[in-house]
C-alpha cells in the first residue's frame, strides 16, 4: 500500500492531533501511552519521506543539526536519553512535517491545520468549567492544554496557522477566524499569565498596524534586529537594572517586583552554570534535574529563552540557534510584501519577547514556525493554486 502525505489533508491533520499532546493526557497511563506510540509512528513515517526524498536542504540541515548538538550534549554528560527522546520527538516530527509538506504542497498543510482549532475550544471550555483549574500541581492550575504560561505557546502558532489560512484560502479574515481569535485572547485573559498576556499584546499591536497588504515595514524591523534587540532588552535586565524605568508597569500595571518575581537570581545562577560548561552546554536535562542544580524548588528551568539555549548546548548550540533565525530572516525580508510573512514574525518576535522571562521550555511549536519562517516564500505561489505533487508516495 503507498501512503501520499503531499495530497492527504486528514493524515497531515492527523499527525498534527498526534504531535501536540495536550497536557492532561500526561496524568491518564493508557492515554499517553496511545499518543506516544502512534507519535513514535508517523515520526517513523516521516523519517521515511526523508530519506526517499533525500532531503538536505537548509532547513532540513537546520533541523538535523539543532536535535543532533542537543543530543550530543546529553550523550557527553551521560544525561537520560530516554527523556530527550520523549522530550523532543514530537518538535522535531513537526518541524519535519512542516519543511516537508511546505517544499511539496503548503496548500494541504495549511488547510490542515484548521484541525488545531478544535484545541482552542476544548481548553477555553474547561476553563469556563474549572476555572480554578481541572487539576492542581506544583506550580499552579491546568487545564486541558496545561499550565496557564504553556497555553499562549500552544494558542499564538495555532492563531498564525488560522490567519494565514484565511488570507490564503479566502483572501480576508473570515467569521470563524475572528471567534477563534476571540477565544484565545480569553484563554489567555482567564489564565492570567502575565508573560503571555504581553507576547499577545506584542502579536496583536504588530498585527494591528501592520497587517494590511499595502502597509510596509520599516525597512529596520525584521526577525534578526528583534532577536538582537531582545538579547540587550535581558542583558540591560541583567547588569544595568534596566527594569526600574519601567516600575510604573511592573509594579502597578503588572502586579510584579523589579526582581521580576526573582527572575534576576535564577539568572546569575545559570550565568555561573554556563561559565562552568561554556562550549558543550549540559545535554538535555528535566526540571526535577534544573531544581537540583539551582537548588530552589521553583527553579524547574532558567526563566530566560537565550540561558536556556545556552545551558543546554553551550556556544555551539547558541550559533546554530541564531543561524536558524538569521536564515529565516533573509527569506521573510524576501517575502516580507506578504501579509503571510508579516504574521509569521510577528509571532515569532512574540515569542522572543516572551523569551525574556520564560525559558519556553514545552514549545512543541517554536521551532516549527521557524522552520515555516525559512519556507514562507513557498506562501507566495496564487493561494488558490499551490501545487499539487503527486509522485511522492512511500
Same mark, same amino acid.
Given at each position: 500500500?503507498?501512503?501520499?502525505?503531499?495530497?492527504?489533508?486528514?493524515?497531515?491533520?492527523?499527525?498534527?492531533?498526534?504531535?501536540?499532546?495536550?497536557?492532561?493526557?500526561?496524568?491518564?497511563?493508557?492515554?499517553?501511552?496511545?499518543?506516544?506510540?502512534?507519535?513514535?509512528?508517523?515520526?517513523?513515517?516521516?523519517?521515511?519521506?526523508?530519506?526517499?526524498?533525500?532531503?538536505?536542504?537548509?532547513?532540513?540541515?537546520?533541523?538535523?543539526?539543532?536535535?543532533?548538538?542537543?543530543?550530543?550534549?546529553?550523550?557527553?554528560?551521560?544525561?537520560?536519553?530516554?527523556?530527550?527522546?520523549?522530550?523532543?520527538?514530537?518538535?522535531?516530527?513537526?518541524?519535519?512535517?512542516?519543511?516537508?509538506?511546505?517544499?511539496?504542497?503548503?496548500?494541504?498543510?495549511?488547510?490542515?491545520?484548521?484541525?488545531?482549532?478544535?484545541?482552542?475550544?476544548?481548553?477555553?471550555?474547561?476553563?469556563?468549567?474549572?476555572?480554578?483549574?481541572?487539576?492542581?500541581?506544583?506550580?499552579?492550575?491546568?487545564?486541558?492544554?496545561?499550565?496557564?504560561?504553556?497555553?499562549?505557546?500552544?494558542?499564538?502558532?495555532?492563531?498564525?496557522?488560522?490567519?494565514?489560512?484565511?488570507?490564503?484560502?479566502?483572501?480576508?479574515?473570515? +467569521?470563524?477566524?475572528?471567534? $477563534?481569535?476571540?477565544?484565545?485572547? *480569553? @484563554?489567555?485573559? !482567564? =489564565?492570567?499569565?502575565?508573560? &503571555? /498576556?504581553?507576547?499577545?499584546?506584542?502579536?496583536?499591536?504588530?498585527?494591528?498596524?501592520?497587517?494590511?497588504?499595502?502597509?510596509?515595514?520599516?525597512?529596520?524591523?525584521?526577525?534578526?534586529?528583534?532577536?538582537?534587540?531582545?538579547?540587550?532588552?535581558?542583558?540591560?535586565?541583567?547588569?544595568?537594572?534596566?527594569?526600574?524605568?519601567?516600575?510604573? +508597569?511592573?509594579?502597578?500595571? $503588572?502586579?510584579?517586583?523589579?526582581? *521580576? @518575581?526573582?527572575? !534576576? =537570581?535564577?539568572?546569575?545562577? &545559570? /550565568?555561573?552554570?554556563?561559565?562552568?560548561?561554556?562550549?558543550?552546554?549540559?545535554?538535555?536535562?528535566?526540571?526535577?534535574?534544573?531544581?537540583?542544580?539551582?537548588?530552589?524548588?521553583?527553579?524547574?528551568?532558567?526563566?530566560?529563552?537565550?540561558?536556556?539555549?545556552?545551558?543546554?548546548?553551550?556556544?555551539?548550540?547558541?550559533?546554530?540557534?541564531?543561524?536558524?533565525?538569521?536564515?529565516?530572516?533573509?527569506?521573510?525580508?524576501?517575502?516580507?510584501?506578504?501579509?503571510?510573512?508579516?504574521?509569521?514574525?510577528?509571532?515569532?518576535?512574540?515569542?522572543?519577547?516572551?523569551?525574556?522571562?520564560?525559558?519556553?521550555?514545552?514549545?512543541?511549536?517554536?521551532?516549527?514556525?521557524?522552520?515555516?519562517?525559512?519556507?514562507?516564500?513557498?506562501?507566495?505561489?496564487?493561494?488558490?493554486?499551490?501545487?499539487?505533487?503527486?509522485?511522492?508516495?512511500?
Amino acid at each position: 500500500m503507498k501512503i501520499n502525505l503531499y495530497n492527504n489533508k486528514y493524515l497531515v491533520g492527523f499527525m498534527l492531533l498526534v504531535f501536540i499532546m495536550p497536557a492532561c493526557f500526561l496524568r491518564i497511563p493508557i492515554a499517553l501511552s496511545i499518543y506516544r506510540y502512534l507519535g513514535f509512528a508517523c515520526m517513523f513515517l516521516l523519517l521515511l519521506f526523508v530519506i526517499k526524498g533525500k532531503k538536505i536542504s537548509p532547513p532540513f540541515l537546520w533541523i538535523y543539526g539543532f536535535h543532533a548538538v542537543i543530543l550530543l550534549a546529553t550523550l557527553i554528560n551521560r544525561g537520560d536519553l530516554w527523556l530527550f527522546f520523549c522530550d523532543n520527538y514530537a518538535s522535531f516530527s513537526l518541524c519535519i512535517l512542516f519543511a516537508l509538506m511546505l517544499e511539496k504542497n503548503p496548500k494541504i498543510l495549511i488547510s490542515a491545520s484548521k484541525v488545531l482549532d478544535i484545541l482552542v475550544y476544548i481548553n477555553l471550555l474547561t476553563m469556563l468549567i474549572y476555572p480554578k483549574g481541572m487539576y492542581i500541581v506544583a506550580n499552579g492550575a491546568h487545564w486541558f492544554l496545561g499550565h496557564k504560561n504553556i497555553l499562549s505557546r500552544i494558542m499564538l502558532p495555532i492563531i498564525c496557522l488560522a490567519l494565514i489560512r484565511a488570507y490564503y484560502c479566502f483572501g480576508k479574515i473570515k +467569521l470563524n477566524t475572528i471567534v $477563534l481569535l476571540a477565544s484565545a485572547s *480569553l @484563554t489567555i485573559i !482567564l =489564565a492570567n499569565s502575565t508573560t &503571555a /498576556l504581553i507576547g499577545f499584546a506584542v502579536f496583536a499591536l504588530f498585527l494591528f498596524l501592520f497587517h494590511n497588504k499595502t502597509k510596509r515595514l520599516p525597512r529596520f524591523f525584521t526577525l534578526f534586529s528583534a532577536l538582537c534587540v531582545t538579547v540587550i532588552i535581558f542583558f540591560a535586565l541583567l547588569f544595568f537594572n534596566f527594569q526600574k524605568y519601567f516600575s510604573f +508597569l511592573i509594579e502597578l500595571i $503588572l502586579g510584579k517586583d523589579l526582581t *521580576l @518575581t526573582n527572575r !534576576l =537570581a535564577v539568572w546569575q545562577m &545559570a /550565568l555561573q552554570k554556563i561559565s562552568h560548561k561554556f562550549f558543550e552546554g549540559y545535554g538535555y536535562l528535566s526540571g526535577n534535574q534544573f531544581i537540583e542544580m539551582f537548588g530552589r524548588d521553583t527553579y524547574t528551568h532558567p526563566h530566560n529563552y537565550f540561558l536556556y539555549i545556552f545551558m543546554t548546548g553551550g556556544i555551539v548550540l547558541s550559533v546554530i540557534v541564531f543561524m536558524g533565525y538569521f536564515y529565516a530572516n533573509k527569506t521573510l525580508k524576501n517575502s516580507i510584501d506578504t501579509v503571510y510573512s508579516k504574521i509569521i514574525m510577528f509571532t515569532l518576535i512574540a515569542f522572543l519577547i516572551m523569551g525574556l522571562t520564560e525559558a519556553l521550555t514545552s514549545t512543541v511549536f517554536l521551532y516549527p514556525l521557524l522552520i515555516l519562517a525559512m519556507n514562507a516564500d513557498k506562501l507566495k505561489s496564487n493561494r488558490l493554486t499551490a501545487p499539487i505533487r503527486t509522485d511522492s508516495t512511500i
